[in-house]
């Protein structure tokens, strides 16, 4: 194989890779926000979830800042194309990630009904609407984007913000909220005890009953909706950009790779499996391994998107044949290497001190401590 060819194919499985680990390590705490006030009847209740989640939040982060510097820095014309036309987007994932360590870090610095609840609420809407946008702009890179380019591959959007916001865009991303939700409650059933472990189990268990329901429905719209597929293009293994390609709407489209290699389905198939026995064991109150089928679940989920859409990145709804795919949006062979040699370094790193991390601070939140002691969340 060409080297610049399986680079650019070795960079797609990389690009998922740090979005699994996002949605997994990041939306785990985002669901732990989400279900501060459903599961967390009282102040010393909210205060043990946030200190179960708390050795681990802001090192999760790095998976958020690894997704978008590997966008900005593999797949740039991607990064351009999405952040400038998406902006508002953008500000409204920044603000709440913004938010979301303040209501985290000074919630428990004034001891005062009113203040603590300002906090829950930020802290459970910075939880939720990230990983509703997260979702959302899958369901809507599945259905392409409304944008185009000049000659000189200048883009322009030409949808709008509440466009982005469609139904299957939204289905997209209450699944993504689900199945966040689903992990921050198992890890609650992990640390804590009592009645907020029961009624975390109890939110966890819906949570992916609702998780499967989107997620069929979900297969069977996208079935029957129209795909992208490359009709006409250069050598995958040349650079090339997205005026040099023909790009047809085609119904059923996004079975296309599914119907020409029948094995891919054993990926949703996986993502079902995650989620059945995921909840299973969560009711059979085996949270750790239930906990492990959520990632199977999340693997299941963004590997599907990736094979329907491939090789597609971000289709273009307003002119098909300029859409961007992995092999005219990417960095030049020089620079894949460089961050291929990074990344053989750091991402395991990453994987070592992370799990290193989890095991040390392994073990049930003390409530008793808890509420003694000043200076914990």
């Not at 990064?79 to 919630?107: D, H, N, Q």
């Not at 650079?239 to 119904?251: F, G, H, I, Y």
Request: without cysteine; charged residues 10%; aromatic residues 14%.
């Amino acid at each position: 194989m060409d080297l610049y060819l399986g680079l650019k194919v070795l960079w797609w499985l990389l690009l998922g890779v740090l979005l699994l680990g996002l949605a997994v390590m990041v939306g785990m705490d985002m669901g732990v926000g989400a279900l501060l006030r459903i599961i967390g009847k009282t102040d010393l209740e909210r205060r043990s979830m946030l200190n179960a989640i708390g050795p681990h939040w802001d090192g999760n982060q790095v998976w958020f800042i690894l997704g978008g510097g590997a966008i900005f820095a593999a797949f740039p014309l991607i990064y351009a194309t999405a952040f400038s036309g998406l902006y508002v987007v953008m500000l409204l994932l920044l603000w709440s990630m913004i938010m979301r360590p303040l209501a985290f870090e000074y919630r428990s610095k004034i001891p005062t009904e009113g203040w603590r609840n300002i906090a829950d609420w930020v802290f459970l809407i910075s939880g939720a609407l990230p990983m509703i946008i997260y979702g959302a702009a899958m369901g809507n890179m599945l259905q392409g984007v409304p944008f185009h380019f000049d000659w000189d591959l200048r883009s322009y959007y030409t949808g709008s913000f509440i466009s982005l916001f469609n139904p299957f865009a939204i289905l997209a991303g209450l699944l993504s909220l689900a199945l966040a939700m689903y992990m921050g409650a198992t890890m609650m059933v992990i640390k804590t005890e009592g009645v907020l472990a029961e009624r975390a189990r109890a939110a966890g268990s819906f949570a992916i009953l609702v998780a499967i329901v989107l997620f069929a429905i979900g297969g069977v719209w996208i079935s029957m909706m129209p795909g992208f597929v490359l009709t006409h293009s250069v050598d995958p293994a040349l650079a090339q950009t997205p005026l040099t390609q023909t790009v047809e709407l085609v119904k059923g489209g996004l079975l296309a790779n599914y119907k020409a290699m029948p094995i891919l389905w054993v990926i949703p198939v996986i993502g079902f499996a995650g989620m059945i026995i995921g909840g299973l064991l969560l009711r059979a109150h085996r949270p750790a391994i239930a906990w492990w089928f959520g990632v199977l679940a999340w693997v299941g989920v963004l590997g599907a998107t990736a094979i329907s859409l491939f090789p597609f990145l971000m289709p273009s709804s307003t002119n098909p044949s300029q859409s961007l795919t992995i092999w005219n949006s990417i960095s030049s062979e020089t620079t894949l290497l460089w961050m291929t040699g990074f990344s053989a370094v750091f991402v395991p790193l990453i994987l070592w001190y992370t799990s290193w991390a989890f095991y040390v601070m392994r073990g049930k939140v003390d409530a008793g401590k808890i509420e003694k002691d000043p200076h914990a969340y």
